[in-house]
């Protein structure tokens, strides 16, 4: 038996287990100096074992085992660093070297057909994509110096036709849709797209994405790379200093003749609010935060704002998550023989398609129900539209972009029911025939974030003063409209339809630059038949009509709440003429024989000016029919409340 105090044995098991001695590997994170690093990751590569070091730059990894274990340190700023080591190990020690701040303007950006070379997938993924074919996007061009298309001199260019055009001649376009470009030569215009540079054709390369350093959150609002809100770090172009890779993977140790590896958490959200998420500068001071700047593409804060971009909410997920879809690598390629990758657990690594307005995300952004209701005399159409999947809002990015409501009720015959009460589009759905696609005025709603300025609603954002409206629809939230329409004499069925449609641009714009082709090259949904516009959601139905008993004073044909001759002149006209509209035809049976014809005309001027019968009931107060006919009542407009 074991004699002794029980508090001390316990107490020195507490201590014998709380040593580092028994974590299976821990150690401490130093920079070249020997000075601890604290808050860097600490991980077993390519595995879910990992840690965050301590204000000591200690860290403990209980779980790791087995041996040969790669464990790599990283911090933002610094260069990744790994060992291989066995478990257990208590005395890991991993140096960290800073990321050289230095910048060389005479570095030229590597191609991407050089990365295709051990990047093979990623290349095939990201040259087709809109990200790799930004730089000689036919649109900017027409709305920048109209040069893009046969028609692109038409209605609004920049260049020609801007209030800032003299004062800021190279526009913005470039910072975003040739930052290669830009970044060399900040404030220069896109270049010529009759004779572009590889730098231009290649858009958004490899290269300028993995060489983001830092983007400065307090100036989120700048228009893509201006300098100062984006910090771009280049090698010495000698090539004697090995090019620096920014990555979202903190477990890279990567360290050859090439490239070395740097850990950029800001590469999952925060990279991509360089180009999509700005104001505008009308006083050209370099100052996008100011009051008097106008809010154009949200879509970083709209995502920041949200439980997407709350790192403590179930709902939590990146830009990287959502628009750069898992992928798995293949391992056979020329680069896997040199240099063997590490097979990785989980959804770690992401495609370099990017995906954004393709018909995968417009169709699962949204859901849309409808709620169809007879009340009395009319059809009441409730329409609720939630944005349950979007990490934004719906629609987002460029504030042409668009959502079109169409809410639709026809008889069996196809007839339109006439609407009473509820929105109709904005003229920006376009002025003209629904018939090509021009909305405007029709039951719906248009959804968008709306500039305006001295040139009117829906200007670019370069020439707007303020925001018309915004009432594009936030993540998880619900916008509901009520519809209601006149249920016609007579009508036994009801057809109705909600569709939700996606448009790149504004319908006249489109007609101004004569547009046929997106940006790309891609036949325009938005000018073909029959959506007119990419498809989101829909809902189609019929309802049963049953019309309720109308009130009407019988004789008032119409419908004026008095008997005189005009009513009987009513009955003629609505009998040979055609030029009356009858609501209630039961008033107009002035005799109730459950015929409507001349006699009942006569019966009227007889009652008037001959002492004749006075009209049946009801008369001379509301009151419904009391004979079964096959006359309709839809509504007596002096008896209606």
Same mark, same amino acid.
């Given at each position: ?554 004789? /008032?044909?119409?419908? =004026? &709440?008095?008997?005189?001759? +005009? %009513? $009987? !002149?009513?009955? @003629?006209?609505?009998? #040979?003429? *055609? ?9 107009? /049976?002035?005799?109730? =024989? &459950?015929?409507?014809?001349? +006699? %009942? $005309? !006569?019966?009227? @001027?007889?009652?008037? #000016?001959? *002492? ?21 009542? $839809? ?7």
């Amino acid at each position: 038996m074991i004699r002794g105090n029980s508090t001390s044995i316990l107490l020195l098991l507490a201590t014998f287990f709380s040593t580092p001695a028994f974590a299976q590997i821990s150690g401490t994170v130093t920079d070249q100096a020997d000075n601890p690093v604290v808050g860097a990751t600490v991980k077993v590569r390519a595995s879910s074992i990992e840690t965050v070091t301590d204000a000591s730059g200690q860290f403990i990894l209980p779980t790791a085992t087995g041996s040969g274990l790669t464990v790599v340190a990283a911090l933002k700023g610094f260069f990744n660093g790994g060992v291989t080591v066995d478990a257990p190990n208590s005395n890991v020690n991993i140096v960290l070297e800073l990321v050289p701040q230095d910048d060389d303007p005479n570095y030229f950006f590597m191609s991407p057909f050089q990365c295709a070379v051990c990047h093979v997938d990623q290349f095939d993924q990201w040259y087709p994509s809109r990200m790799g074919n930004t730089g000689l996007n036919t649109w900017v061009y027409d709305l920048y110096n109209g040069t893009g298309s046969p028609g692109g001199s038409g209605g609004f260019v920049y260049t020609r036709d801007s209030a800032h055009a003299v004062a800021n001649p190279g526009g913005w376009c470039a910072s975003c849709h040739q930052p290669e470009h830009w970044i060399d030569q900040p404030g220069a215009p896109l270049e010529d797209i009759n004779s572009p540079t590889e730098a231009a054709m290649r858009g958004v390369s490899c290269d300028v994405c993995h060489k983001i350093a830092d983007v400065d959150m307090t100036q989120v609002n700048a228009t893509g790379f201006i300098p100062g809100s984006v910090t771009v770090t280049r090698p010495d172009s000698s090539g004697l200093v090995q090019q620096v890779m920014y990555g979202a993977l903190g477990d890279v140790d990567f360290n050859e003749t090439v490239m070395r590896a740097s850990y950029q958490p800001q590469m999952v959200a925060q990279n991509c609010a360089v180009c999509h998420e700005y104001n505008n500068d009308p006083d050209h001071d370099g100052d996008f935060e100011e009051t008097g700047s106008t809010p154009a593409q949200q879509t970083f804060s709209e995502w920041e704002n949200s439980p997407y971009g709350d790192e403590t909410s179930p709902h939590y997920q990146t830009c990287v998550d959502c628009h750069m879809p898992s992928w798995t690598p293949d391992l056979t390629d020329l680069c896997a023989v040199f240099f063997p990758p590490q097979p990785r657990v989980g959804d770690s690594l992401h495609s370099h398609d990017i995906q954004g307005t393709s018909p995968q995300f417009l169709e699962n952004a949204v859901s849309l129900t409808l709620d169809v209701a007879q009340e009395g005399f009319e059809l009441v159409i409730d329409v609720s539209i939630t944005n349950d999947q979007a990490g934004h809002a719906v629609p987002t990015g460029i504030t042409f972009r668009n959502m079109i409501l169409l809410v639709e009720a026809v008889t069996a015959g196809g007839v339109p029911l006439t609407q009473l009460t509820g929105s109709t589009l904005h003229p920006l759905a376009g002025v003209g025939d629904p018939e090509e696609g021009y909305y405007s005025g029709l039951p719906g709603k248009l959804y968008a974030n709306v500039l305006d300025g001295p040139l009117g609603e829906g200007v670019i954002f370069t020439d707007s003063t303020g925001t018309s409206f915004d009432n594009r629809i936030s993540p998880f939230a619900t916008d509901s409209t009520t519809y209601r329409f006149q249920l016609p004499a007579g009508v036994e069925m009801v057809d109705f339809r909600a569709r939700l449609i996606y448009r790149r641009m504004w319908r006249a714009v489109i007609d101004d630059k004569g547009w046929e082709f997106d940006g790309q090259g891609n036949l325009l949904a938005d000018i073909q038949p029959p959506f007119f516009g990419h498809p989101m959601e829909s809902a189609v139905g019929s309802i049963s009509v049953v019309m309720p008993a109308s009130e009407f004073i019988r004789g /008032d044909c119409n419908s =004026d &709440g008095g008997t005189d001759v +005009a %009513d $009987a !002149i009513a009955i @003629l006209a609505y009998l #040979f003429a *055609g030029s009356t509209v009858v609501t209630c035809e039961d008033a107009c /049976d002035v005799s109730d =024989d &459950g015929a409507l014809d001349i +006699a %009942d $005309a !006569i019966y009227s @001027l007889s009652f008037q #000016f001959s *002492g004749g019968p006075q009209p049946a009931f009801p008369y001379p107060l509301c009151g419904t029919d009391p004979t079964d006919d096959g006359l309709i009542c $839809a509504f007596s407009a002096a008896c209606s409340p």
